[in-house]
Every structure is written in structure tokens, then in C-alpha cells.
């Protein structure tokens, strides 16, 4: 990509600085329109201020915002100087901003790294111009259907990305048949990350997302399962099979509310070795392991990863935990099955009695489609002796007690709120932990609420 003149550069490192301020003095997060502002006053901007910066673009249906996190905890820690795009915008506009900000006035990068958070669909429009050394894929999930039409066609968009990259080293899930497809036929080097079986089973094989054989369109069978359609995928005609993965995780020995303690081989040729993770549930394991491949796909040492997972932070909603007057919130972003039944495994497996709140909008920000919610595993929660009390609210949260009612949830227990403030007060007068369960829309307008007694962070922050 042709890089723009200096005088171009910094008028559009100027507009793009002084719309974030404004926005910022005004209250607002503002996260797209700086990076609008940027790119029209110079279309190539991206490719100036991202010059002589190590990028890693995170891309996926869940994990993104933890693995960035990780990453970039593990840069920090190893004393690197490096930039996260964190407002969580992880469209073309919202990338612009963070990075069109990030740079001096001048339009040159002021970081050695940059991690950076990117839609399934944006990848394929930012690669061409900020051309990372590597991108991690999370995993493929059905996820917003109405925006995407499913999982292989959001496969198809990550594959543009891949493409238009050819010298990004790919960062991909072993154990995810739909992501690890994107593997065959490109030039690109490849670094697998992966739970062996010994991680256990958890729940049913989704043979629908799974999809078919790439190389000859047959159905898969599983040596072992994880979850959703995660774990050791084999084709029976043509033998095409998951990878061995790099870094892997070849035992579980602790899972608790605060973390767990796995094993861990970081490399092929790596000892095994006992990690602590400062974050809970299986699927914040993978994450773990995905930013240890990342740093190997850096070419930096392991061990700057494996050191920083045990001071890992849980970030905005993502199992993130508040104090409301001495009893324990935590929050759980739930956006489609994989997700949520995920959610779920974690906080029944703890086998303590909880509470749980959950919140279902549709709005642009969730995705208009709700039909998700008949093919989660509510039936999991609901049966749960230890569950006391569901709070159920939302724009669809008549939709989503209907759906609670047919997994067998008792009236008794199971109340429909309207208004967050009085929802506060009532859980303020919980004696259980409380975990809530929103999804995007639905987590800002709780966490507005919850605010004023557990001083949230903004989100930009
Ligand atoms: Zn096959």
C-alpha cells in the first residue's frame, strides 16, 4: 500500500487526535468516528502509523478480548512497550482510531507492538494495510446468524484475510475443525495450540458446526471431545486429521472461581511444565494457550508467555468481578451457544450456591436474531440444585423466560425485571454469590447501573 506524504499524515493524525479529545471532553467513548475522520483525510494513514510496529490481530467468536488481554499482559511484563486496542471497537474504524491516535504528530508509531482486537469480518479490510506478523484465530462458533449467514461464511471472510496476508504467521486452535481449515492451501507458517484429551468431555459433539471434510467432504469422527464441535477431529475416508499442537495443555489439575492450574507444553521441544492461570473456566484455558502461541509466533521466548498467565486480568465483562457491599458479582459477556453453555459448565462445575442474572437485548450491537437461545443448554443451569434465584430482564427477556420455563425452571425461584436500578437493590440483599450472564447491549446498561455502588471502569479506560 502507497504510504501517504508527511504533511497528509499529520493532518490526519491531527483530525483524527482532536475528534477523540472532543468526544472524550463530551462525554462519549467515541470510538469509530476518530478513525473515520483519520482515513478521510488520508486513505493510507493505516499503513504509516502501523510501519515498524510488530502487529498480532486477534480475530474469532469468543476469546478475542482475553487473548489480547493475555498477550499483551505478557508483552508488558516482559517489558515491552505495546498498544491495545481496548475500547473493545474492533471494526475497520474503530482499529483506525486506536491506531491513527497511538501515533506522534508526525504520523509515526510510537510502540514496538501492537495487539489488536479484530472482527471476523474487518480482517480482510485492515490486513492489506497494517500487515501483522501474526494472526491469531480463537475458534469459529454460530454466532449473530443474521450478520454473517453462519460459520463457514465467516470462515469464508476470515480466508479473504488470511489471503490478502500471506506473511502473517497463523496462530489457529488444533482442536477447532472450522478455524483449522484455514491452514490448507496457503503460504503461511502455522503455530497450534491445543488441550489434549486428558482435558475431558464436556457435553455433546456439535457435528453441525463442525462442518465437513475440507478435502473430501466427509463427515468427521472424534478420538475425544472438548466442547461445541472442539477436539480430536478426524476424517475416516481421506485421513486428514487435527494437528499436534505446539503449545499444549496435557493436564488440568486445579479449576476454581479464581483460576486454574494446568501443564503445559509451551513448544514442541518445550519441557512440560505446571502453569497457574489467574483466570477461571476451560475456555479461558485455550485462551491461555493461544497467547503462548502467539508469543512463539513472535519468535519471542515462551516463557515471558507462561509467567504472565498467573497475574492475567479478567477484562471488561469477561468474568470480571465486582464487590457489591461484600458479596461477589461476577460478570459473563454471552453472545451465542458455545458461549453461554460454556458460562454454564464453569459455574455449575464450582458446586457452590449462586445466583445469576440473565439479560437478552437484540439491538444492532447484539445481533437482531435471538433464535440462539432455543440451542443453548439453559437446561444445564436450571437443573442445578445450587442455583437459588434467577433474575431474568432485557428487551426480550419475556422470550427468554419462555425459553427458561421449557428447560424446567421453577416460577418460584425464576422473577422477570424491568429496571436495572431496582434489580441493584434486590441484589444487594443477596447472600449467594451472583453471576451475571448479559449480553452486549444488556452488560452496558447493567453496568451502568451497577456503578454508582461498585465504581465500574468506563470502557475505553
Ligand atoms: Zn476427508
Not at 469509530?32 to 483519520?38: E, S
Not at 480463537?138 to 500471506?166: A, C, W
Not at 483449522?180 to 453441525?208: C, F, H, M, R
Not at 469477561?318 to 459455574?347: H, S, W
Request: glycine residues 8%.
Amino acid at each position: 500500500m502507497k504510504k501517504p506524504n508527511t504533511l497528509h499524515a499529520a493532518a490526519s493524525v491531527a483530525a483524527c487526535k482532536m475528534t477523540r479529545f472532543i468526544l472524550r471532553k463530551t462525554g462519549r467513548g467515541g470510538t469509530a468516528i476518530p478513525g473515520i475522520v483519520g482515513l478521510k483525510v488520508s486513505r493510507n494513514i493505516l499503513s504509516a502509523v502501523s510501519s515498524g510496529m510488530k502487529i498480532i490481530v486477534v480475530t474469532g467468536t469468543n476469546g478475542k478480548t482475553t487473548t489480547c488481554n493475555m498477550i499483551e499482559h505478557a508483552l508488558t511484563s516482559a517489558g515491552h512497550d505495546c498498544l491495545l486496542n481496548k475500547s473493545g471497537a474492533n471494526l475497520l474504524h474503530g482499529i483506525a482510531s486506536d491506531l491513527i491516535c497511538s501515533a506522534d504528530w508526525k504520523g509515526k508509531a510510537q510502540h514496538e507492538y501492537a495487539v489488536l482486537e479484530c472482527d471476523e469480518a474487518a480482517l480482510k479490510q485492515v490486513v492489506p494495510y497494517i500487515r501483522p506478523k501474526a494472526i491469531v484465530v480463537t475458534n469459529l462458533f454460530s454466532d449473530q446468524v443474521d450478520r454473517y449467514g453462519g460459520v463457514q461464511n465467516t470462515l469464508k471472510e476470515i480466508r479473504t484475510g488470511v489471503e490478502r496476508s500471506p506473511g502473517s504467521v497463523l496462530v489457529l486452535n488444533a482442536e477447532d475443525p472450522v478455524s483449522a481449515s484455514l491452514a490448507i492451501d496457503v503460504p503461511n507458517k502455522v503455530v497450534w495450540y491445543g488441550l489434549n484429551e486428558t482435558v475431558g468431555t464436556q457435553g455433546q459433539v456439535d457435528l453441525a458446526d463442525a462442518g465437513k471434510c475440507p478435502k473430501c467432504g466427509s463427515d468427521y469422527t472424534y478420538d475425544f471431545h472438548i466442547y461445541a464441535q472442539l477436539g480430536g477431529f478426524r476424517c475416516p475416508q481421506c485421513g486428514y486429521k487435527r494437528h499436534d499442537p505446539d503449545v499444549a495443555v496435557t493436564s488440568i489439575t486445579e479449576k476454581s472461581a479464581s483460576g486454574s492450574v494446568v501443564h503445559m507444553r509451551p513448544g514442541k521441544k518445550a519441557e512440560d511444565q505446571e502453569v497457574r492461570i489467574a483466570l477461571p473456566a476451560v475456555y479461558n484455558i485455550y485462551n491461555a494457550a493461544a497467547s503462548v502461541a502467539a508469543i512463539l509466533a513472535l519468535k519471542l521466548p515462551a516463557k515471558e508467555a507462561v509467567d504472565a498467565l498467573s497475574t492475567a486480568r479478567a477484562s471488561f465483562g469477561r468474568l470480571e468481578a465486582f464487590d457489591l457491599q461484600g458479596n461477589r458479582l461476577q460478570m459473563i459477556l454471552v453472545k451465542n451457544p458455545a458461549g453461554c453453555n460454556q458460562a454454564f459448565t464453569y459455574i455449575t462445575g464450582l458446586g457452590e450456591d449462586f445466583s445469576a442474572v440473565l439479560c437478552l437485548n437484540n439491538r444492532t450491537g447484539d445481533g437482531h436474531d435471538i433464535s440462539w437461545i432455543e440451542t443453548t443448554d439453559y437446561e444445564k443451569l436450571v437443573s442445578d440444585p445450587h442455583l437459588k434465584k434467577l433474575y431474568v430482564g432485557g428487551d426480550k427477556a419475556e422470550d427468554l423466560y419462555a425459553r427458561l420455563q421449557k428447560a424446567g425452571a421453577s416460577e418460584e425461584t425464576t422473577e422477570l425485571f424491568t429496571d436495572y436500578k431496582a434489580l441493584v437493590e434486590k441484589l444487594k440483599e443477596e447472600q449467594n454469590p451472583v453471576f451475571l450472564l448479559p449480553n452486549y447491549t444488556a452488560m452496558m446498561e447493567l453496568r451502568d447501573a451497577l456503578s454508582p455502588d461498585t465504581g465500574s471502569r468506563d470502557f475505553w479506560e
